[in-house]
């Protein structure tokens, strides 16, 4: 059985941070891992995506302040929040697909298998 589990969601103060972790089990390719987020009523958006060689890619909004990792031993893909701003909250989905494509061109919904049940980022101003 596939699972993907987010955790380390919560709540902050603009400006704080905050260290998501994604932890996958069960038997299946998670060459490239990736988040999303979704805000009430907005589409679920990249956020960053991370392959297991170590290659990254970042949505332009996070650039320079959010940053993808991975342990490849554990499984498991991290998204370290810093200088969060209140448009940062959202629900964060992670997500994991086995193909090989380009990292630049995996950064829709549709482009990934397997996905979490998301864990709340809520930054007050």
């Known amino acids: 059985q596939v699972q993907l589990v987010e955790s380390g969601g919560g709540l902050v103060q603009a400006g704080g941070s905050l260290r998501l972790s994604c932890a996958a089990s069960g038997t299946f390719n998670t060459y490239t891992m990736g988040w999303f987020r979704q805000a009430p009523g907005k589409a679920r958006e990249f956020v960053a995506s991370?392959?297991?060689?170590?290659?990254?890619y970042y949505a332009d909004s996070v650039k320079g302040r959010f940053t993808i990792s991975r342990d490849n031993a554990k499984n498991t893909v991290y998204l370290q929040m810093n200088s969060l701003k209140p448009e940062d909250t959202a629900l964060y989905y992670c997500?994991?697909?086995?193909?090989?494509?380009?990292?630049?061109?995996?950064?829709?919904?549709?482009?990934?298998?397997?996905w979490g049940q998301g864990t709340q980022v809520t930054v007050s101003s």
């Open positions: 997500a994991a697909d086995g193909r090989i494509r380009s990292i630049t061109t995996m950064i829709s919904p549709l482009d990934y298998t397997y």
């Open positions: 991370g392959r297991r060689e170590g290659s990254t």
